[in-house]
């Protein structure tokens, strides 16, 4: 069982489910191409997909085109369902950086095709995680930037309150579709400048006082 390990101190949590939020910044769904969505976007990773910072993404053989994505990644502490924002906020313990790792290239021949794209998100090493803060430790203003470089390039670097929709928000909102249980995560979306990754790429991201990981692609 994967869990998500807590920045000084002992605490663990067990990953349940990882839900992930699509388009949540405007510059980036424009970059793709794609609408700016009226309600969040929302699909699964499982937690079979997660490694750790350090550790190695592997290209899968029915891809060409693999994309970086970093996000911040919330903690649910606790279980929850059709919440307000308020009691949202509430269930959320703590932050991390997350790479949402994401075969572009069979997720678009599935969408031309009107296919669910779940393969080109759930492949195994697709979800990198870095340690988490709680936020007892941290209090999250969004003024905080994200960023992520390839091989020292800068590639992606905005601030958290690009998010077109806001951690309570989403949690709330997320809440309204499905229960939320502790120890399930919150993928929140990725800024404007995904771009693919070739093997022997060495990736490093990260948020302002939230914490820094690094991943090989091979």
């Not at 929850?80 to 290239?105: C, F, H, S, W």
């Not at 930037?145 to 709330?172: C, T, W, Y």
Request: proline share 4%; net charge negative.
């Amino acid at each position: 069982m994967k869990r998500i390990k807590i920045k000084n101190s002992t605490t663990e949590f067990n990953i349940g489910k990882i839900v992930c939020v699509g388009r949540n910044y405007a510059e980036h769904a424009t970059e793709l191409g794609n609408e700016i969505p009226e309600k969040p976007l929302i699909f699964i990773k499982p937690a079979s997909a997660v490694i750790y910072s350090g550790e190695t993404i592997f290209y899968p053989s029915f891809s060409n085109e693999m994309h970086h994505e970093v996000e911040l990644v919330l903690l649910i502490g606790k279980d929850i369902k059709d919440v307000t924002p308020q009691d949202a906020e509430n269930a959320i313990t703590g932050y991390g950086v997350g790479l949402d790792m994401t075969l572009r290239d069979v997720q678009l021949q599935l969408k031309s095709k009107g296919h669910p794209w779940t393969i080109a998100k759930c492949f195994d090493t697709s979800a990198v995680l870095s340690e988490f803060v709680l936020k007892d430790d941290y209090q999250l203003s969004l003024n905080e930037e994200i960023h992520l470089s390839v091989n020292d390039e800068l590639r992606q670097k905005d601030k958290l309150n690009k998010m077109i929709f806001k951690p309570a928000g989403l949690v709330s909102y997320i809440s309204s579709l499905m229960t939320l249980n502790e120890g399930d995560l919150v993928f929140t979306g990725t800024p404007k400048g995904v771009g693919k990754v070739n093997k022997g790429d060495v990736i490093k991201a990260g948020i302002e006082n939230i914490d820094e990981l690094t991943a090989d692609v091979q």
